[in-house]
């Protein structure tokens, strides 16, 4: 199994002496399932990952569908939490700021969460039962709440009635945010640069924002 570029403070292989517990394990469970996909992860690799015992898995989730449900949950609803804060701070007529702040918020939470978005992507590409939950639970939800963020902005935006579908601007926007965290490693290798570093992720906020801004109100 290959080795993760990993973030430097948040998301990385954990160790023993980080999170106690269910939450330690959740951490490990994320970076097994981000690294060898649902069927190619095993109970017994995420415990030696966290550095506990695999009774102490099956006393706090009742098996590896569980285990993996929880996982991604709590770090999807951390999403959710976030952009509606994003929201609630924008300032009302001025969308270049509020683009600026949800840009941030974006990229803040898909560098900190690589392996959710890795699980996520590996999902849908082999459209598994659990691609199926993660649409309805999750996907759906955020798509809802983005297009709500996005038609607010074009509202009052001078390109409100050119045609731009939800169902290309929405994959666009997601797609760039997303990919430098998806296949890290190999932009790593081609660019030799770290997309994990602080340079890097101001770089790449600053290129959300400048699409976000063109496709919706420049």
């Known amino acids: 199994m290959t080795k993760l570029q990993t973030p430097k403070n948040k998301a990385g292989r954990p160790t023993k002496n980080r999170a106690n517990g269910a939450e330690k394990i959740k951490k490990a469970a994320l970076y097994e399932f981000a ?77 900190e969460n690589p392996f959710l978005i890795r699980i996520i992507t590996d999902e849908t590409r082999q459209n598994s039962y659990r691609a199926t939950w993660i649409r309805k639970r999750y996907l759906l939800p955020v798509h809802n709440f983005a297009t709500s963020l996005i038609e607010s902005m074009m509202s009052k935006s001078s390109k409100k009635k050119i045609n731009i579908t939800q169902a290309n601007l929405i994959p666009v926007i997601f797609g760039a945010l997303n990919f430098p965290f998806i296949d890290s490693d190999t932009i790593s290798d081609v660019y030799s640069v770290d997309v994990y570093s602080k340079k890097y992720i101001q770089e790449h906020t600053n290129i959300i924002f400048k699409l976000i801004k063109t496709l919706l109100i420049n």
Do not use: C, M
């Not at 069927?39 to 015992?53: K, Y």
């Not at 929880?70 to 804060?85: G, H, P, R, T």
């Open 35 to 111: 690294r060898g996909g649902y069927q190619g992860t095993s109970i017994s690799q995420i415990a030696e990952t966290a550095g506990v015992a695999r009774p102490l898995i099956q006393h706090h989730f009742s098996g590896k569908e569980d285990l993996w449900k929880k996982a991604v949950s709590e770090n999807y609803e951390e999403f959710i939490d976030s952009l509606k804060i994003a929201k609630e701070n924008f300032i009302e007529d001025d969308s270049e700021k509020n683009i600026l702040l949800l840009s941030e918020t974006l990229v803040k939470f898909a560098s």
